[in-house]
């Protein structure tokens, strides 16, 4: 029986593109079929991305309308009065194929209409189901590539040399090519900008100008109430995380890793600019694009932004300390969407938890009595989501335990799991009364603090918050 479970698990991580040891740990935690059902969620096209409104700037219906004038769709996200859901459509590669290579009669088309709109959670999915060769596009030069620059291309990044797996020569200056993944997934259409056998002679200079994204993400950027700071993009996962960390004034607040400074952006708005934040990023890149963020909200020097570790930051002689922290360490980030296949392999996925566990042990050192920590990720694996506060709900003993539960707002369940979840007991705690079930129905009861996003229920990005107090 082993071995043909085995088997079985063996054909889903096939079927589905991800790595057998994901698709093994979800299956344990929550089922095959709820776990292959997230699976094929995070591999198909999200239907929505979402905005924060800054309500001393505009309203959300000032800023609809203003959306609309440039076709941009949307609407408020209940329960919320700042957040905006803005709706997330796909061109048809085919017809852009036919009428790029002049092979129809459809080459007389208007630009509408070879760039036909259909909803991207549908068409994503069906696009992952048949092979280049069968459809129009097997016309065009095709350029493959590795999973980041995938990730990139399909909402529209530009290509750099160092991120192409394989192509089909003859490749031209300026001639147009099909941009597809390992597994010949289509992505994107897009111009060379040099011949094929030059593209891998220069790491980093642009090779492919990305001109025809399968998703058709708004272009923000170029709308002056984006650059005027009435609202900044955001994950979901992050905005509960920062409603779930209910920041006052006054209050004292780190942040780790994540974004790229819209969360502080988001606290400063929430707290009238009272709040005191701190950034710990290490990444010198992330910092510019913080600093950036910031001078567009025109909230610069309200933001301390560090060059530390969390690690080299805690083990100062006389750390500061936060009443509340937001904290994302390195993880997988497998529930952003798409995430057209994964190869986080178990040596990987081993080091991420590490790397999380430890994390909430040095920040122990930074938190005042009775101090908010909400943990984040942009992850499906339970490795890196419950498990690694389930490990820190266990430190200490007794009533010095440095972490303790603290229940999530009760409307924050409509967007995922609460309840549902599964996870290890402590085999290897001393407790010597307990039996097995008895630790782990005893665990089972700290679970109102956290939330899986389920991409099934809010199409869009997955992840997980946990919200827990510092108790020691």
């Known amino acids: 029986m082993t071995r043909v479970l085995s088997h079985i698990l063996r054909d889903a991580a096939r079927a589905t593109h991800f790595c057998d040891d994901l698709v093994n740990r979800l299956s344990f935690y929550y089922g095959s079929r709820t776990a292959l059902q997230i699976i094929d969620a995070t591999r198909s096209g999200t239907k929505y991305t979402y905005i924060q409104v800054d309500l001393s700037k505009t309203t959300p219906e000032k800023l609809l309308a203003k959306l609309n004038e440039n076709d941009i769709h949307g609407h408020l996200l209940e329960p919320f009065d700042d957040i905006l859901a803005i709706e997330l459509t796909v061109r048809n590669l085919e017809k852009i194929a036919k009428a790029l290579t002049g092979k129809t009669e459809e080459t007389e088309e208007s630009e509408e209409e070879v760039e036909e709109i259909e909803p991207s959670y549908r068409l994503l999915t069906s696009l992952s189901h048949f092979k280049v060769s069968s459809t129009p596009l097997q016309s065009l030069p095709q350029v493959a590539l590795k999973r980041d620059a995938a990730m990139k291309a399909i909402i529209g990044q530009d290509i750099v040399s160092g991120s192409i797996v394989k192509m089909t020569e003859p490749i031209e200056p300026d001639s147009p090519l099909l941009i597809v993944d390992k597994y010949e997934v289509p992505l994107a259409i897009g111009i060379a900008l040099?011949?094929?056998?030059?593209?891998?002679?220069?790491?980093?200079?642009?090779?492919?100008?990305?001109?025809?994204?399968?998703?058709?993400?708004?272009?923000f950027g170029s709308l002056r109430t984006y650059m005027h700071g009435d609202f900044s993009q955001m994950t979901l996962p992050s905005i509960l995380a920062v409603k779930a960390l209910n920041p006052k004034p006054n209050d004292k607040i780190l942040i780790i890793g994540g974004d790229n400074g819209e969360m502080a952006s988001y606290v400063l708005e929430l707290t009238k600019g009272k709040a005191s934040?701190?950034?710990?990023?290490?990444?010198?890149?992330?910092?510019?694009?913080?600093?950036?963020?910031?001078?567009?909200?025109?909230?610069?020097?309200?933001?301390?932004?560090?060059?530390?570790?969390l690690v080299g930051f805690s083990r100062q002689r006389k750390p500061p300390k936060f009443n509340r922290v937001i904290i994302e360490m390195p993880n997988s980030r497998t529930g952003l969407r798409p995430n057209l296949f994964d190869e986080t392999d178990e040596k990987a996925s081993i080091s991420f938890?590490?790397?999380?566990?430890?994390?909430?042990?040095?920040?122990a050192r930074l938190l005042e009595k009775n101090a908010i920590v909400v943990y984040l990720t942009h992850?499906?694996?339970?490795?890196?989501?419950?498990?690694?506060?389930?490990?820190?709900f266990r430190l200490g003993t007794g009533p010095r335990r440095f972490f303790i539960p603290e229940p999530l707002p009760s409307d924050f369940a409509r967007f995922g799991m609460t309840k549902e979840?599964?996870?290890?007991?402590?085999?290897?705690n001393p407790d010597l009364g307990l039996s097995l079930n008895e630790k782990f129905d005893d665990d089972i009861k700290k679970t109102p603090p956290w939330l899986f996003i389920d991409p099934r229920v809010t199409e869009s990005d997955a992840g997980f918050i946990c919200t827990m107090k510092y108790g020691a």
């Open 353 to 363: 938890a590490r790397i999380q566990t430890q994390s909430l042990r040095h920040l």
């Open 194 to 219: 040099m011949k094929g056998k030059e593209m891998d002679i220069s790491p980093g200079r642009p090779i492919i100008r990305v001109t025809h994204p399968f998703l058709d993400l708004p272009r």
């Open 379 to 392: 992850s499906i694996d339970a490795t890196e989501n419950q498990e690694v506060p389930s490990a820190a």
């Open 277 to 309: 934040i701190t950034y710990l990023i290490r990444n010198s890149v992330q910092r510019k694009e913080i600093q950036r963020t910031l001078t567009r909200v025109k909230r610069e020097n309200k933001v301390e932004v560090l060059p530390d570790d």
């Open 421 to 428: 979840f599964q996870f290890l007991p402590d085999f290897g």
